[in-house]
């Protein structure tokens, strides 16, 4: 019966394909993704680009301000005429801020700078200027004990750490946790997705049918399990050439649209960073391609530090070149797979137990439950200790298991817990089935009727 | 005649009803058969058990002398009581899928729908999506849909329902000729006009048993209770022991109509010849009174009551 089977899989694929909701949604996920990520990445890099200009009257006749280093962020330029006057000017200039260093200050107790500025202050400003201010007295200081220039810069230094692990046979490889949690995090969303939207699609087409009474005919023709097996494949068919096409038409929008918008705000990024001589270094992640910092942008700030210079990028990408690729895919592919058609299963039970689409909600939960927590839990706890008693429990319980195994997959895992893990996804997915099958069987032909759990308990062992 | 399809002391229960118990049937080749019973009498049961959608705890089915399997479903055509189509599906591509479902090439499939199409003149809706149609298109694109592949053995579950009298009449005569190309059909109903027009065999069930089958002639032979129904003109008095007058109606202008039982070795001719012999008595009409599927169904289920209650009520003590 391989050619029936093969007969309702095609329906089922044909129907959805064709409909106009599925064009219409495909064609418009990837552009509402590079909308939304065009958005972001001009809130990001406005945000970058405006340098906040600050102006700096310093009574104390230390000159200080000399020593005050401008980045692209922050300017400092002197004020002029009275103190009155300059806090009238600044405002009037439409500078950011105003710091006063008094007559008589003590370079080895500097109390006393105010920091003047419109309305309230925001955090980052008033750091930004006090490592100014810091750095300035410190070069003081050193000046003062004699260093020349060229020696202070030669103190200075910029340390780039790059992480690297290590693992038993003594192998290193570049480290990065935002590139392994990053890929970790992808692959986690994308199977909940992937079984949220379409096994929800299983339960709907089994309801419709039902609710079409078409089922004695089909049965008359088919064996149930091929009907629900059918289905299931059928949709995941779909499922896949969405992902799919998801996946090409964002890479096509991204790499083509995007770049065609972004390059207009180019030249300003440019010449913002250009006046800026000293402290070059930092200044480099303007010039960063915006596709890259609004990833990096989502991430802590040190590791946005070590991505965006060229060599935390170079250990970015050796990062994910150095991750078990292999195994990686495979595990995806079997847990994508295994997971999807463990849940599709229960989805076509729920479908085939309930006579209306509002019942439903009883049988759901207990579903999406695993499903829901496996994934808070996921991108929670296992993210961040993947190797954890939570992760290993996780990983081995079939219906929370696709997702909380891949999240563990770049971080490496022994294999024989990821044999057990598959094991033991097959045999829970041989049991769903089983089970799913049986209620789908039954439930298909009942109508009218308000379904228990124990109703449906009774229905494992109805006979053919 | 051939058997094309025997069921075998066959036995269903759920959980907490018998619907079938012990039920054998036989039903002979190029026949239509009437399958009979109240609702709730277990005729689903069985139809669903030929068409293998569940199976029979006890007994068997035999489809030309196999065993009931799979392969036999590419040979059975099924409409079910409870319509139902794919809604949003075109109907030429639905039938198209249910005939391949049913085994049937794409090619072979798309040549028969378009003569169907052309037959019920619905060729225009082929590309109309099902949910588009009127309720009595969908009925006979279901019709369709049932008979596509040719089966040998088409069952039909109150086959008229849903349809006005010109579309059943349509109906009534494809099954005709279904039958004379060689098909069986069953056809269950509770219309007992069609039974007695179309079938050429029935059974009855009730209460999960059959309490009468065979060919509809020898069924109404077996129920006849020696009755004539008389027309004419006069007042006839009828006051030999031999005849026992059931209904006696007088009607304008001297005319009369009576129905006469007649005792135990009397034969019609007797009582035609007495009322030729009575004065002033003219005969128009003189038939046997044969019972109506109608008559004999009330009265078998009537009959098959106590015997039933009679074992619920054994069954609780």
């Keep these: 019966m391989a050619s029936k089977f093969f007969l309702i899989a095609q329906r089922e694929y044909l129907t959805r394909v064709r409909k106009k909701s599925f064009i219409v949604l495909t064609l418009a996920v990837p552009l509402l993704l590079a909308a939304f990520g065009f958005i972001i990445a001009k809130v990001a890099s406005s945000d970058n680009d405006t340098t906040d200009v600050i102006e700096v009257r310093d009574d104390s006749g230390l000159n200080i301000a000399s020593h005050l280093v401008s980045t692209p962020q922050l300017r400092f330029e002197a004020a002029t005429g009275t103190l009155a006057e300059a806090k009238k000017s600044f405002l009037k200039a439409k500078h950011d801020g105003l710091v006063v260093l008094p007559a008589g200050l003590d370079v080895e107790n500097p109390t006393g700078v105010q920091f003047f500025g419109k309305g309230n202050i925001s955090l980052k400003k008033e750091l930004a200027v006090k490592n100014a201010l810091d750095k300035a007295f410190s070069d003081l200081k050193m000046k003062k004990s004699g260093l020349s220039q060229e020696q202070l810069d030669r103190l200075r230094s910029k340390v780039v750490l790059q992480a690297v692990s290590l693992d038993e046979t003594g192998k290193e490889a570049d480290s990065n946790a935002l590139a392994t949690s990053g890929m970790a995090y992808a692959l986690a969303l994308a199977i909940y997705l992937f079984i949220f939207i379409y096994g929800v699609q299983i339960m709907r087409g089994v309801g419709e049918e039902k609710s079409s009474r078409i089922m004695e005919v089909m049965l008359s023709s088919v064996k149930p399990f091929d009907l629900m097996m059918g289905k299931i494949v059928g949709i995941a068919a779909v499922g896949l050439t969405q992902f799919l096409l998801w996946g090409v038409l964002s890479f096509g929008v991204s790499s083509v649209v995007l770049p065609m918008l972004m390059g207009k705000d180019k030249p300003k990024t440019e010449v913002a960073a250009a006046p800026t001589a000293p402290g070059a270094a930092a200044a480099s992640a303007a010039d960063e391609p915006e596709s890259a910092e609004v990833a990096f942008d989502k991430g802590m700030d040190t590791q946005k530090d070590q991505a965006t210079n060229p060599a935390g990028r170079f250990a970015f990408f050796n990062t994910i070149a150095n991750l078990p690729l292999g195994t990686i895919l495979f595990g995806f592919i079997v847990y994508f797979l295994g997971g999807y058609l463990l849940y599709g299963a229960l989805f076509g039970a729920v479908g085939a137990a309930v006579d209306d689409q509002t019942d439903t909600q009883q049988f759901m939960f207990p579903i999406t439950m695993p499903l829901i927590l496996s994934y808070i839990v996921g991108v929670s706890v296992i993210l961040r200790n993947p190797d954890g008693p939570v992760a290993f429990w996780m990983s081995m319980f079939p219906l929370t298991s696709p997702i909380a195994m891949v999240i563990r997959l770049p971080f490496g895992v022994p294999a024989w817990q990821l044999a057990l893990s598959i094991f033991l996804l097959i045999l829970g997915f041989i049991g769903t089935v089983w089970v799913a099958a049986r209620i789908y069987r039954v439930g298909i032909l009942m109508y009218g009727k308000k379904v228990t759990y124990k109703e449906l308990g009774k229905w494992m062992f109805y006979k053919g | ?317």
């Design chain 2, 1 to 317: 005649m051939k058997p094309i399809l025997e069921v075998l002391n066959v036995r269903k229960a759920y959980a907490n009803h018998v619907a079938l118990d012990g039920v054998s049937l036989e039903i002979p080749e190029g026949s239509i058969f009437g399958l009979l019973g109240p609702n709730g009498a277990g005729k689903t049961s069985l139809i669903r058990i030929i068409t293998q959608i569940t199976g029979a705890d006890e007994g068997e089915i035999r489809f030309r002398g196999e065993r009931l399997n799979q392969s036999h479903i590419a040979q059975i055509g099924y409409l079910p009581e409870e319509r139902g189509l794919y809604k949003k599906m075109k109907v030429g591509e639905q039938l198209l899928y249910l005939a391949r479902l049913r085994g049937l090439s794409r090619e072979d499939a798309t040549a028969r729908i378009k003569q169907w199409l052309n037959r019920f003149e619905i060729k225009e809706w082929a590309g109309k999506n099902v949910e588009d149609l009127s309720k009595g298109m969908q009925q006979k694109v279901q019709f369709i849909a049932t008979v596509l592949h040719e089966p040998k053995l088409i069952i039909l579950d109150e086959p008229f329902s849903g349809f006005d009298p010109i579309n059943a009449n349509l109906i009534k005569d494809e099954i005709l000729e279904l039958r004379n190309q060689g098909a069986t059909i069953i056809f269950s109903t509770h219309r007992m006009e069609s039974v007695e027009e179309m079938c050429d065999n029935i059974a009855l069930i009730n209460r999960s048993r059959k309490v009468l089958d065979g060919p509809i002639g020898v069924i109404r032979d077996q129920f006849k209770t020696n009755t004539y129904e008389v027309e004419g003109t006069g007042h006839p008095v009828l006051s030999s022991p031999d005849f026992k007058v059931v209904e006696q109606k007088k009607r304008e202008n001297n005319h009369f109509y009576l129905q006469v039982q007649l005792q135990e070795g009397v034969r019609p001719n007797d009582l035609l010849r007495y009322l030729i012999g009575s004065v002033g008595i003219e005969v128009a009409a003189f038939r046997e009174k044969i019972p109506s599927i109608n008559e004999i169904f009330i009265r078998r289920v009537r009959e098959t009551m106590p015997e039933t209650l009679l074992e619920t009520a054994n069954a609780l003590l």
